[in-house]
């Protein structure tokens, strides 16, 4: 597996319902999407690659790669940005970009058809799955030990960005959902979150910047947060009965 990352000078963004928005922010859906997506392929042998927007240094090719460090990286030119592309259409073109970029480095490295083929297929999925793309972290999801409640973290990844959820299913039908980020971000927060138990009827997840977080479960059917300093904070919910 390798990480793709972003490098951008601050004039290389866009206009989106007229707010500035990075390229990296509006592609990072993708990214996140296309990387759940890709099966085990090495292009080049590097864990890092980075996109750069930006005119290529006069001393540099258009793609880079630093065998020792095992790090590349691969200029875009401001030029090739189509930058009035909106909805759809923007996502399909950045989708396509990231292909090529990683289809010509496949090919500078003679990689195996096999390689081209991946990669294809990994953008047809982000593409088909109408770059929207829900799933639960099978680590953080947890079953209850009296087996009334099962837990899933979910990463919720669409144009508005990467939101995380958390999804309570009772036994009697019951599912209660809640937000465990308040907004969307444009970072991946995949390792923010890195241990889910339950303990005592609560349900416990701690993240990496050391807050705790308890979500009990009421009998009003409102789920509570509970944070480490003691503070209690009611966090939006949605409940629904299914059929």
């Known amino acids: 597996y390798f990480l793709i990352y972003f490098n951008q000078s ?9 707010k500035l928005v ?13 990387k759940y997506f890709m099966p085990k392929m090495d292009l080049d042998g590097s864990i890092k690659l980075t996109i750069k927007f930006a005119e290529k240094p006069e001393n540099e090719a258009i793609y880079n790669c630093d065998k020792y460090f095992r790090v590349s990286w691969y200029y875009v030119s401001p030029d090739n940005i189509q930058r009035n592309a909106t909805g ?10 990231l292909r090529n970029i990683l289809k010509d480095i496949a090919k500078i490295n003679e990689c195996d058809d096999s390689i081209i083929q991946m990669i294809d297929e990994t953008v047809d999925k982000v593409i088909s799955h109408e770059f929207s793309l829900v799933y639960a972290i099978k680590k953080l999801s947890k079953t209850s030990k009296d087996k009334r409640y099962k837990a899933k973290v979910l990463r919720n990844l669409s144009p508005n960005g990467e939101k995380w959820q958390l999804e309570i299913c009772a036994k009697d039908g019951t599912v209660l959902c809640a937000d465990l980020s308040r907004d969307y971000t444009h970072v991946s927060q995949e390792s923010l979150y890195y ?22 479960i009421p009998d009003e ?10 503070l209690r904070d009611v966090i939006a919910l949605t409940g629904k009965q299914d059929s």
Do not use: C
């Not at 059917?221 to 003691?230: E, N």
């Open 10 to 18: 601050p004039s290389q963004i866009t206009f989106v319902k007229n």
């Open 22 to 34: 990075p390229i990296k922010f509006q592609m990072h859906h993708i990214v996140e999407m296309f």
């Open 88 to 97: 759809r259409d923007r996502d399909l073109f950045y989708v396509n970009l």
């Open 195 to 216: 241990k889910a138990e339950w303990q005592k009827g609560q349900f416990i997840i701690s993240e990496r910047l050391g807050r705790v977080m308890a979500i009990a």
């Open 221 to 230: 059917g409102i789920l509570q947060l509970y944070s480490f300093k003691g």
